[in-house]
């Protein structure tokens, strides 16, 4: 067992099976690895360099500051930042050399001035809305855009991009519609349509991703599924999220457990404090859901609230249990599991949620390095 109090452990060979397991969908697609939030909590450059090594050829952010973190950490590929890009920090991403999203004439001309301040050419790439109403101009005004941002000194347009709304819902009709406008738009734009084409999220590189240059592969990349496919059993998991125990406590019946005294003991039990809380991402959205932790392979609920930095589990009097057994709060022990859909489901949640909110206090441990 590793001697932290909490951990999330990766399995660098998870991912990057998941990563093959998407590319045999569509040998002839490149793979973007979406690897914003710290890679969805697995950590973004442990990740990358996996990644990289093993097919992937783009990396996409969502901020300036998780691109130039890659970069400071030595690695070259190119980088997307998904996101709109605050005005302040278009020199930076100009400067370490990141590809950054736009979605008006303004974007344009901010990265453009960026670039000529720095004597460098500015990489940009057009987010167009096709139905999802969160980002990008209309395909309407697309062409127009397109012209007068290629007119604009320093800046390289390499790319159009949309991103899918629906992809993961057994009806996709919305989402071919989608598809449709922007496969529409590339035709009319023509010779003036940049290298770069991209749509396909995760669930989408199932039905939808002909045409798309990549697979922004995100959440599939880590193991979880992106739809109810069946395909997507073929997954694993790659986070872990581990601990020890702090204490061990013998309690009488009716003993009041954590704030509030919001549970009281039913029998006489083991009580058991182990060192991880909502500080670490675990959400008390889970205190009073039926919420199980393991311990040699074998589920304990967790009881009263959890509580910033602990919570409690109830073990019966006749289990031996000991501060040296680890516990799992994600993932298999011995055959049985606890998956970041279960607690999704249990706290109201998506399992995107589950594993991005953990937070950087937790020591990444990563195994099988010898994916890199």
């Keep these: 067992m590793e001697d932290y109090r909490a951990w999330i452990e990766v399995d660098l060979s998870a991912i990057v099976a998941n990563l093959k397991l998407i590319k045999s969908l569509n040998p002839e697609i490149g793979i973007m690895a979406v690897i914003k939030a710290n890679a969805y909590g697995c950590g973004a450059v442990e990740v990358a ?3 990289l090594s093993n097919g992937a050829s783009w990396l996409g952010v969502a901020l300036v500051e998780e691109g130039i973190a890659l970069r400071e950490a030595g690695i070259a590929a190119p980088i997307l930042v998904l996101g709109v890009v605050p005005e302040r920090d278009a020199r930076l991403a100009v400067k370490w050399n990141l590809s950054v999203a736009f979605t008006d004439l303004r974007g344009a001309e901010v990265l453009s001035a960026a670039a000529r301040s720095l004597g460098k050419t500015a990489s940009g790439q057009l987010k167009v809305d096709t139905g999802m109403h969160r980002l990008g101009v209309s395909p309407a005004q697309a062409k127009e855009l397109l012209e007068k941002a290629r007119k604009l000194a320093g800046l390289n ?6 991103h899918l709304a629906t992809a993961d819902l057994e009806d996709d009709s919305a989402a071919k519609q989608q598809v449709e ?6 035709e009319d734009l023509g010779d003036q349509c940049p290298r770069l084409v991209h749509w396909s999220n995760s669930a989408g590189a199932l039905k939808l991703a002909r045409g798309s240059n990549f697979i922004r592969a995100g959440i599939a990349l880590y193991g979880l599924k992106p ?12 986070l872990s999220l581990k601990a020890r125990i702090s204490r061990i406590e013998q309690v009488e019946a009716g003993e009041p457990i954590g704030y509030g005294a919001s549970y009281r003991t039913q029998k006489p039990c083991q009580i058991v404090t182990i060192p991880v809380g909502y500080g670490d991402g675990y959400t008390r959205r889970l205190s009073h859901k039926g919420t199980d932790v393991l311990i040699q392979g074998k589920r304990y609920p967790i009881v009263g609230n959890i509580c910033m930095d602990q919570l409690m589990i109830e073990v019966p009097l006749e289990d031996s249990i000991s501060v040296d057994d680890e516990v799992v709060l994600i993932g298999r022990q011995n055959g ?5 859909d279960e607690l ?6 998506i399992h995107y949620e589950i594993i991005t909110e953990l937070s950087s206090r937790l020591v990444r441990v990563y195994k099988n390095n010898a994916a890199n």
């Excluded at 406008?181 to 590339?186: E, F, S, V």
């Excluded at 109810?228 to 073929?234: E, I, R, V």
């Excluded at 049985?336 to 970041?340: D, F, H, P, R, S």
Aim: proline share 5%; charged share 30%; net charge negative.
């Design 181 to 186: 406008k922007m496969r529409k738009l590339c």
């Design 157 to 162: 347009v390499e790319g159009i991009f949309t």
């Design 227 to 238: 739809s109810a496919d069946p395909f997507w059993d073929g997954l694993t998991p790659a």
């Design 344 to 349: 999704a489901e249990k706290s109201g949640t």
């Design 336 to 340: 049985e599991e606890i998956t970041a």
């Design 49 to 51: 360099k996996a990644v």
